[in-house]
């Protein structure tokens, strides 16, 4: 009823820069905030960045300066750009969005597939 597409992940140097894009598709009412997760092989998933509906944004510490995310609430998309990555960027990131189904049902969380990003030379 609901999904969320990624795409843009891939391999690239230190240093180098991807821009990930996450859309949304479906049958829904509103979406309310939008946030890109992370997670590397046996390690836990952790929160990358968020946005509100008005564009307010929230940063993990270890991508302060380097990562930037924005929304087109127009095309329903969530972007993270990532620049000056590192090695220890390396790691599944996942798009999750907060959805009004309805204009009066709960919200609700959805997650994308995950897209591969992997920060070597």
């Known amino acids: 009823q609901v999904q969320l597409v990624e795409s843009g992940g891939g391999l690239v140097q230190p240093g180098g820069s991807l821009r990930l894009s996450c859309a949304a598709s479906g049958s829904f009412f509103s979406i309310n905030a939008m946030r890109w997760y992370r997670q590397a092989p046996g390690k836990q998933r952790e929160l990358v960045a968020g946005i509100t509906s008005f564009g307010r944004t929230n940063y993990a510490d270890f991508v302060k300066g380097r990562f930037t995310i924005s929304r087109d609430n127009a095309k329903n998309t969530v972007y993270l750009q990532m620049n000056s990555l590192k090695p220890e960027d390396t790691a599944a990131y996942y798009c999750?969005?907060?959805?009004?189904?309805?204009?009066?049902?709960?919200?609700?969380?959805?997650w994308g597939q995950g897209t591969q990003v992997t920060v070597s030379s």
């Open positions: 999750n969005a907060d959805i009004d189904r309805t204009s009066y049902t709960a919200t609700l969380t959805y």
